[in-house]
């Protein structure tokens, strides 16, 4: 995830230089943005946290591309959407908040600018669930994870306010 991070350290960089803020800044800026606790500890070990944050930074670098260059291809948006949405398909939401905003800002009509996210939205949802589909049937995997993964904890007992409050921050501390 290393490789990731420091992706996502560019990208932030190309965001910032592309807002207009002079390169030394721009740096400096990547170098916090790289430093903080969350793309310190979330971006070098092994799961999404680090390939999400390329993903925004990639995202939100296309709305400021859009936004100073007034370009409002679809295509980007569809390939960018597809990457955060592959993540979590939540983050469609997301997508279509900032190209919604991107498009404002760069002078489409409202009708045009929901228009277009509708657009975009369905066909990142497509692309999206088609390549799922795909996945499973190559790798023969379900499409919906069963109930109990091999390896997973499954907590049989109810709420603990002790193991809420005190164990997990412990345990939460010491990784």
Same mark, same amino acid.
């Given at each position: ?30 170098? @916090?943005?790289?430093?903080?606790? /969350? /793309? ?25 591309? +859009?936004? /100073? ?8 948006? @569809? ?10 398909? =939540? ?17 489409? +009509? ?8 509708? @657009?975009? =939205?369905? !066909?990142?949802?497509? @692309? ?25 904890? +499954? ?14 921050? !412990? !345990?939460?501390?010491?990784?």
């Amino acid at each position: 995830m290393p490789v990731v991070s420091a992706a996502t350290a560019m990208a932030v960089f190309v965001l910032f230089t592309t807002l207009g803020v002079a390169p030394i800044a721009a740096m400096l800026l990547a170098l @916090i943005s790289s430093l903080s606790f /969350s /793309s310190l500890v979330f971006g070098s070990i092994p799961e999404s946290y680090g390939i999400s944050a390329l993903a925004f930074a990639i995202l939100f670098l296309l709305a400021a591309r +859009t936004m /100073s260059q007034r370009t409002t291809a679809m295509w980007p948006w @569809i390939v960018a959407g597809c990457f955060v949405a592959g993540i979590t398909i =939540s983050n469609l939401g997301v997508v279509s908040i900032v190209m919604a905003v991107a498009l404002l800002v760069a002078g489409d +009509t409202p009708m045009r600018m929901i228009r277009r996210v509708a @657009i975009v =939205s369905i !066909a990142i949802l497509g @692309i999206t669930l088609g390549l799922l589909k795909l996945s499973t049937m190559v790798f023969h995997q379900p499409m919906v994870m069963p109930d109990h993964r091999q390896g997973q904890m +499954t907590e049989l007992t109810g709420f603990s306010a002790h193991k809420f409050f005190v164990e997990f921050p !412990a !345990a939460l501390a010491n990784t």
